[in-house]
């Protein structure tokens, strides 16, 4: 049997090495496999998250019951093993993220590279797939250097993300041509660009604060300010979960997740009854980070020079407001260059979920982030790459009956 890897990322590898006994031909246009494994977990590369089932598909933003069966057959437990026994050992830290012991991204290539030559697969750099045609028998790979024939063939060639790693979105039209929808990819876990200047505050990070939208649940934890609006943990989670959704819409930042409205106002009573003689702009210390105030102030409409006993009532519910719920209009994010995953990809109602083979071609499998499926931070996203391509692989290794 000879099978065809399009794509020799963290999908493409695994795929490689889990056809066992087939003649396998890993094809990639760049000059060597797993470039954008290098940039993984800030180059230590948090491979998976050591995580049951369960938890791990409520981890998965789109379509994760098609991933049940392939989270099942291949667990965070399988992704260890599969390191380990080809040299890289590994370590698990907060949050239940793993990474190679020695923090070196490249340990994991190394890793997967050699479990795919291990089953005896050969692999072809700078070689595009430009074309892959239906044969009475199989498929014929159009590549920049000619032409093979193969049995079977296994699409791993990711998503859009990170274009200069290779996965610039240039085999969705190949895989359109075979007759699969592609959902159209966006940007997800991406900073978000915001039509409020808030680079006053550039590189502050909010700690425990929460985000939502009239649409997503509070996301608890951190935010970063930036030059264009908000990045860290909770902004890009939010990106995923509004990912296809248009722009502009609003966000609201809670400051004081932990506290009740009224809460809130009581600990703003004491604080000012504490600071009498100060003027309102001085007397927010306490609560909030510096570089914030002003905008609450601003917002407000309260005097900033106004004596703090001088605040009313009133204005102290719509400051209760604005630390509760303070309004931003999204109106963007950073794109692809910045983002971490694709949102979109190939339409998975077209794919069995038990074997990642087409269910409009026979013999063609798909494995990885070109699958419309994508899932938050955590090593959640590497290890569908890895999950889908070994069943991916492992399947299209098997002979069926006609
Ligand atoms: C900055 C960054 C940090 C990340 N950190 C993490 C992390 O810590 N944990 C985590 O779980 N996930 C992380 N991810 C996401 C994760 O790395 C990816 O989801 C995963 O690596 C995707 O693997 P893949 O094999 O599906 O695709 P890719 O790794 O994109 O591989 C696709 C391959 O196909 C090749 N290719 C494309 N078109 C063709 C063609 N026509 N012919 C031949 N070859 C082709 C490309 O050159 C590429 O090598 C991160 C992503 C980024 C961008």
């Known amino acids: 049997m000879k099978i065809a890897v399009i794509g020799g990322g963290a999908a493409g ?3 490689a090495g889990s056809a066992k006994g087939a003649a396998v031909t890993v094809f990639d246009h760049m000059e060597k496999v797993g470039k954008k494994i290098y940039i993984t977990g800030k180059g230590r590369c948090n491979f998976t998250n050591v995580c049951d089932n369960q938890t791990f598909l409520q981890n998965v933003v789109t379509n994760s019951p098609f991933l049940r069966s392939a989270i099942s057959k291949f667990t965070p437990y399988d992704a260890i093993d ?12 907060r949050g239940r993220r793993a990474f190679p012991q020695s923090d070196k991204a490249s340990d994991v290539i190394k890793a997967l590279s050699r479990y795919a030559e291990s089953n005896g697969a050969v692999i072809k750099l700078n070689s595009k797939v430009i074309d892959i045609a239906r044969t009475d028998n199989g498929y014929a790979v159009c590549c920049s250097d000619g032409e093979e024939h193969f049995d079977r063939v296994i699409m791993c060639t990711g998503g859009m993300s990170y274009p200069q790693t290779g996965s610039d979105g240039n085999a969705y039209a190949v895989i359109m041509r075979l007759g699969h929808t592609v959902i159209t990819p966006q940007p ?15 590189g502050l ?10 649409k997503v649940k509070p996301i608890f934890g951190d935010l970063m300010i930036t030059a264009d609006g908000i990045s860290g943990p909770i902004a890009l989670t939010l990106s995923a979960y509004t990912a296809r959704d248009r722009f502009p819409y609003k966000a609201y930042i809670d400051f004081k997740p932990a506290m009740s409205r009224d809460e809130l106002d009581a600990r703003l009573l ?10 309102f702009k001085n007397a927010l210390d306490l609560l909030l980070p510096k570089s914030v105030i002003p905008f609450i102030i601003e917002r407000s409409g309260v005097d900033g020079a106004l004596p703090v006993n001088s605040v009313t009532k009133k204005q102290r519910a719509r400051i209760v407001e604005l630390v509760k719920a303070f309004e931003l209009n999204v109106t963007g994010n950073e794109g692809f260059n910045r ?32 699958l419309d ?11 569908i790459a890895l999950a889908t391509g070994y069943v991916a692989g492992s399947s299209a290794a098997v002979e069926q009956d006609e």
């Open 13 to 15: 590898l695994t795929a």
């Open 82 to 93: 599969l390191l380990e026994n080809n040299g890289c050992k590994t370590k698990v830290e």
């Open 188 to 202: 997800s876990l991406v900073a978000l660009v915001t039509q409020e200047d808030l680079s006053a505050a550039e």
């Open 205 to 214: 990070t909010l700690k425990n604060v929460s985000l939502r939208t009239d």
């Open 270 to 279: 004491r604080d000012f009854g504490a600071q009498l003689n100060k003027q």
């Open 339 to 370: 983002a971490v995953v694709t949102c979109g990809g190939v339409d998975v109602k077209e794919i069995n979920p038990k074997t990642m083979e087409s269910r409009i071609s026979r013999g063609l499998y798909f494995g990885g982030e070109t």
């Open 373 to 383: 499926v994508d899932a938050l931070t955590g090593g959640y996203n590497f290890h």
